[in-house]
T-cell receptor, first 111, second 112 residues
Framework: DAMVIQNPRYQVTQFGKPVTLSCSQT?????MYWYQQKSSQAPKLLFH???????NEADTPDNFQSRRPNTSFCFLDIRSPGLGDTAMYLC??????????FGDGTRLSIL | KQEVTQIPAALSVPEGENLVLNCSFT??????LQWFRQDPGKGLTSLLL?????REQTSGRLNASLDKSSGRSTLYIAASQPGDSATYLC???????????FGKGTKLTVNP
């Protein structure tokens, strides 16, 4: 089935140690999004790619970066994670303004 | 700036009860509204999408309504079941873009 796949499902890393989360899609959607969701909070958009164009939200921390090497894959890099970056990270895709499809998320814990 | 509020934050009901979840948004210039379900530790599953030209949308026991002028939407769940227990989030586009703004959700518990 066509879907959005996030890896890993769970990631534990040390304070300050770089971490990369991945997202792949078989929907051939042109837009890919990364959201951060802290406990009992609304998902918060970090950035998104519209085709190859990168769009960063104004309040996304500088140590959060993203790469989209091709249509199917998108990565979230956290250069120096802090304790406050512990959260669920959600990847979503869409075709333009059509409904977004979400992956199962990566639960990231910073120790 | 678009803001989304969901009331109540949590709701506990006995099995079989009909219930309504509420969502309000500050900028009524939206082109659609989505309701999502989130199970603990999981991603989001889209339940219903209402286009701005529609007043309501139905899927099985779920019915979502939209009143753009008042900035409100409701999600009606009929004959609730324990399997409906989850967090329900609504989301609207930000400023006509493809980006979504989410509410914090309503955590629903249906007791057997």
């Amino acid at each position: 089935d066509a879907m959005v796949i996030q890896n890993p499902r769970y990631q534990v890393t040390q304070f300050g140690k770089p971490v990369t989360l991945s997202c792949s899609q078989t929907l051939n959607h042109n837009v890919m999004y990364w959201y951060q969701q802290k406990s009992s909070q609304a998902p918060k958009l970090l950035f998104h790619y519209y085709d190859k164009d990168f769009n960063n939200e104004a309040d996304t921390p500088d140590n959060f970066q993203s790469r989209r090497p091709n249509t199917s894959f998108c990565f979230l890099d956290i250069r120096s994670p802090g304790l406050g970056d512990t959260a669920m990270y959600l990847c979503a895709t869409s075709r333009g303004r059509q409904p977004q499809h979400f992956g199962d998320g990566t639960r990231l814990s910073i120790l | 700036k678009q803001e989304v509020t969901q009331i109540p934050a949590a709701l506990s009901v006995p099995e079989g009860e009909n219930l309504v979840l509420n969502c309000s948004f500050t900028d009524s210039a939206i082109y659609n509204l989505q309701w999502f379900r989130q199970d603990p530790g999981k991603g989001l599953t889209s339940l219903l999408l209402i286009q701005s030209s529609q007043r309501e949308q139905t899927s099985g026991r779920l019915n979502a309504s939209l009143d753009k002028s008042s900035g409100r939407s409701t999600l009606y769940i009929a004959a609730s079941q324990p399997g409906d227990s989850a967090t329900y989030l609504c989301a609207v586009p930000a400023g006509g873009s493809e980006k979504l703004v989410f509410g914090k959700g309503t955590k629903l518990t249906v007791n057997p």
